[in-house]
């Protein structure tokens, strides 16, 4: 990993946005993860380096959270500059095709705040030809079923990142697919596994963005 990638990571792990921000006090003044991407990839560092620097960073600090070293509100900072890093790499995962594979409807489930996995699975299977139709966090199953009946032929997708909300996620599946039983639905999430998909009745599961995108592609549908 190169010395700026890490310094990403650093930026992250500390929740050192950019700048002008006076968090944390160690790093006052300093260049935060907005000015060190920007330089980063002026410098060529590919956007899958700044990305694993990233989540390598995500993952020490939740781990830091789980021994009790750091609290709520650092796991909040940490967010925040992983946001700032992201606005940054959007861009590169835009493949400039003009005509949309599908539609693909995806939310964090109700009751989950969790949302930057999400959104780089957006970012990632937008980059590969898709619409996406973003629900947000914290999505009650209604607002999947509403985006369903506007929305037709999408696929939808479901995260959760805790493992209190995979039973909200459960529930959600089942009730998509109630409703909706030609609906195809794909589960992913940190706690999620094959095992917990095939168990909620999805049709799928993706550990990681390239995933959801192989997946999708295996069920074509062009408008
Ligand atoms: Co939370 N949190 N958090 N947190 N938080 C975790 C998840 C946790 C593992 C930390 C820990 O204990 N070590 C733990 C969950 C334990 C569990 O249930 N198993 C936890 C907890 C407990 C909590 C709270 C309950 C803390 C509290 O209040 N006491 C609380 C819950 C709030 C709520 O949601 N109701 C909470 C709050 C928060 C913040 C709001 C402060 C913040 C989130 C801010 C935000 O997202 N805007 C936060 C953060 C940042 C984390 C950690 C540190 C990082 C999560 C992250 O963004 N990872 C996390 C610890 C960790 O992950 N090690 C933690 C980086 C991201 C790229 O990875 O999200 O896994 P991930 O996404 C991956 C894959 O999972 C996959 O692709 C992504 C890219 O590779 N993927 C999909 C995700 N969705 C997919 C969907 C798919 C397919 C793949 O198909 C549709």
Not at 133 to 143: A, F, N, R
Request: glycine share 8%; charged share 25%; with cysteine.
């Amino acid at each position: 990993m190169s010395e700026i990638a890490d310094r990403i990571g650093l930026c992250v792990e500390s929740g050192k946005i950019n700048k002008a921000s006076p968090y944390p006090q160690s790093m006052r003044g300093e260049d935060g993860a907005d000015e060190v991407t920007k330089l980063a990839l002026d410098q060529s560092i590919s956007p899958d380096e700044i990305l694993k620097a990233c989540n390598d960073a995500m993952q020490r600090i939740g781990n830091r959270y789980s021994r009790g070293e750091v609290f709520v509100p650092e796991l909040l900072m940490a967010a925040k500059a992983m946001h700032a890093v992201m606005a940054h790499l959007k861009p590169y995962f835009k493949t400039g095709e003009v005509k949309k594979k599908g539609k693909f409807i995806i939310g964090t489930v109700t009751g989950d705040l969790h949302d930057i996995g999400k959104n780089l699975v957006s970012m990632v299977v937008e980059g590969n030809g898709w619409e996406i139709i973003d629900l947000g966090v914290d999505v009650k199953t209604e607002k999947f079923i509403s985006a369903i009946k506007e929305n037709p032929h999408s696929i939808v997708g479901l995260s959760a990142l805790l493992t209190t909300t995979m039973i909200n996620m459960a529930r959600t599946v089942k009730e998509i697919k109630a409703e909706f039983p030609n609906t195809i639905v794909i589960v992913g999430g940190a706690p999620l596994s094959q095992a917990h998909a095939n168990k909620m009745g999805a049709d799928g599961y993706a550990p990681d963005p390239q995933n959801v995108v192989k997946f999708l592609n295996q069920r074509l549908i062009v408008n």
